[in-house]
């Protein structure tokens, strides 16, 4: 791997203008794949999910799928977007393996969805407009392993498999247009974007959008041009960014890249370029690009696509509150910063907090335990928050073990613990580890007089009026007891012992 | 007169990935010009009144209900396969030797 010399990235800034384009592919979450009944279901044996349809055996007619189309029709309207009247699938026609059919059913020049929009809100709460050029439909394409290189890698590889489980599932493509004026906010923009998009996604029900299963990747276009300079420089095309972060970090690592080899007086080659999440770098996808020739026609085998416009509204009307209004609006209810909705999007944590206060438990302790203790075991683990074996029931529940008084934070803590582990439901735990605060008088009354007769020394000071020190009285009891007593009646247990009141 | 040059046969040879000499790249050059002139005479009974057709029938949102079908078996989907590997198929090396 060629080592390549960037600039700062300030210094880019100051010499150059980003201009991006970012294409994001969204699996849906369809039961079976877009012109075919195969399923869609994940992490089946290989070929074990195809037909003559997605094989592309002779013979077969595919038949598109409705929800595949309903949901494209709502992408869109989320997105502002027009729907067409009218529109074709398009055979996109290439030789690689990753299609049995050798070519892909897209859409060319007339996608379901076009000329749209997205305002999405960066960090400090300025709201940015990125406008979208088209939403289409077309099919995933199957997974190859690539045999015989090193770590495997297409190169030097002596032979590939194929596993065509995945080539037909429904893909929507959603296109910007030109993302101009971002400056050295291009980055932030971008994962903003991306990010919303994302929020966006799920909330219309249409996908999970997970970046980590695949089920949402982005290709981050960018170019720069000088200042003042109205023509677009030559753009570079970073394929499979697969994260929020790395969305980021590829614009930024591109901006450094191209004015490096602007300000050294080279050209740009327009390219596919790979990343690396380990160092945040691209490379040259060294691909040929030249025979990049797909002979684009319309589909022969598939009618035309004429959504009516009855339909269109009816989606419309039924489409769910957006992702942004939705947060301003828990944000206000809430009572919490914009950095910390911010935090709490970017964790993923929103739907979890919504769903535990449905479940039950006061907002401020949903957040404290999601954004807290949850989010620190996810971390730890690699795990995404909504991967972790615990519900927002479950998460509810402890926190109403804690409101009643029968758990402290402490305790609560262990029986979430309990919980990670599989070691059941909070009750469960409960009872199984035998976590309880201990409130009991006469379980306490012999702790607090071990206590008392063991600090002699604190006791007489308290008895002479320094009831602050009622504080290491109560510790010993907390530790004698494992920390299972409730703290204000020990204190309260210890006061009246030493004939003290703390008025 | 539309036509195809040899040229043209030769860029879609090598989109499509197939080897031909330069005798058979005169040999289709001329077979798939005959072709496409035979073709190019609907142009002569299509008036301006008559829009460029891609699907026959006047049929539109033809859609199926998203309901799982029966798949072949691993067994009958690779029967097909010139060699597998994996319970996948297996194909030549893609890149060449830089």
């Not at chain 1, 299609?99 to 020049?109: A, E, L």
């Not at chain 1, 971390?379 to 109403?400: K, Y």
Request: charged content about 25%; proline content about 5%; some cysteine.
């Amino acid at each position: 791997m060629t080592v390549t010399e960037l600039v700062s990235y300030e210094a880019a800034l100051a010499g150059y203008d980003p201009v991006m384009g970012l294409e994001v592919h969204v699996e849906l979450g369809t039961r079976t794949k877009m012109f075919c009944g195969c399923s869609t279901e994940l992490g089946a044996e290989p070929n074990s999910q195809t037909c003559p349809i997605c094989l592309g055996l002779p013979g077969s007619l595919p038949v598109v799928n409705s929800i595949g189309v309903e949901s494209a029709i709502k992408i869109g309207l989320a997105l502002n977007c027009e729907i067409a009247e009218w529109c074709r699938f398009a055979r996109k026609n290439y030789f690689y393996p990753d299609m049995p059919k050798n070519f892909q059913t897209s859409q060319y020049d007339e996608p379901i969805a076009f000329n749209g929009y997205l305002d999405v809100q960066l960090e400090d709460g300025e709201i940015f407009r990125v406008e979208i050029e088209r939403a289409h439909m077309e099919e995933d394409t199957g997974k190859s392993t690539h045999v015989g290189g090193a770590t495997g890698r297409i190169h030097g590889a002596s032979h590939s498999l194929l596993d065509y489980n995945r080539a037909g599932i429904p893909l929507i493509e959603i296109v910007t247009k030109p993302i101009e004026g971002a400056g050295e906010r291009a980055p932030e923009v971008a994962k903003a974007y991306v990010a919303e998009l994302r929020e966006l996604i799920k909330a219309l029900g249409v996908s999970e959008a997970r970046m980590d299963k695949g089920q949402m990747r982005c290709d981050v276009n960018l170019s720069l041009r000088r200042h003042g300079v109205e023509k677009f420089g030559t753009r570079s095309e970073t394929k499979n960014v697969n994260s929020l972060r790395s969305v980021e970090r590829a614009a930024r690592f591109e901006i450094q890249r191209h004015a490096a080899v602007l300000e050294s007086g080279g050209t740009i080659v327009q390219e596919t370029r790979h990343f690396h999440e380990e160092d945040g770098s691209t490379t040259s996808g060294r691909i040929k690009d030249n025979a990049e020739d797909y002979r684009y026609f319309p589909e022969p085998d598939l009618v035309p696509v004429a959504p009516s416009r009855e339909w269109v509204e009816e989606l419309r009307a039924g489409l769910p509150e957006l992702p942004r209004l939705h947060r301003k609006r828990l944000r206000e209810e809430w009572g919490i910063s914009e950095h910390d909705m911010q935090s709490i999007l970017n964790a993923g944590a929103v739907d979890l907090i919504v769903a535990t206060t449905d479940a039950g438990a006061p907002a401020d302790q949903a957040r404290k335990w999601w954004m807290g203790e949850l989010s620190r075991n996810a971390n730890e683990s690699g795990r995404a928050l909504d991967e972790l074996p615990i519900s927002p029931a479950q998460v509810a529940r402890v926190t109403a073990l804690v409101a009643s008084g029968d758990l402290n934070d402490k305790l609560a803590r262990q029986v979430i613990e309990g919980v990670l582990a599989g070691e059941g439901d909070p009750d469960t735990v409960v009872d199984k580890r035998g976590l309880k605060v201990v409130s009991d008088d006469g379980a306490l009354g012999t702790a607090v007089e071990e206590a008392i007769a063991s600090n002699a020394a604190i006791a007489d000071k308290i008895r002479g009026g320094k009831v602050a020190a009622v504080g290491a009285l109560v510790g010993a009891v907390m530790k004698a007891t494992r920390g299972q007593a409730d703290a204000a009646r020990v204190k309260e247990l210890i006061l009246e012992k030493l004939g003290v009141s703390e008025g | 007169m539309p036509g195809i040059t040899r040229e043209e046969v030769a860029h879609l040879a090598r989109l499509a990935r197939l080897e031909l000499s330069g005798e058979e790249l005169d040999h289709f050059a001329g077979q798939l010009g005959d072709i496409i002139g035979a073709v190019a005479r609907v142009a002569e009974v299509a008036d301006q009144d008559v829009p460029p057709t891609s699907h026959p029938l006047p049929l539109t949102n033809v859609m199926r209900a998203d309901e799982v079908r029966p798949s072949l078996t691993p067994e009958q989907a690779l029967s097909g396969a010139p060699a597998q590997e994996q319970q996948r198929f297996k194909v030549p090396q893609i890149l060449g030797e830089d």
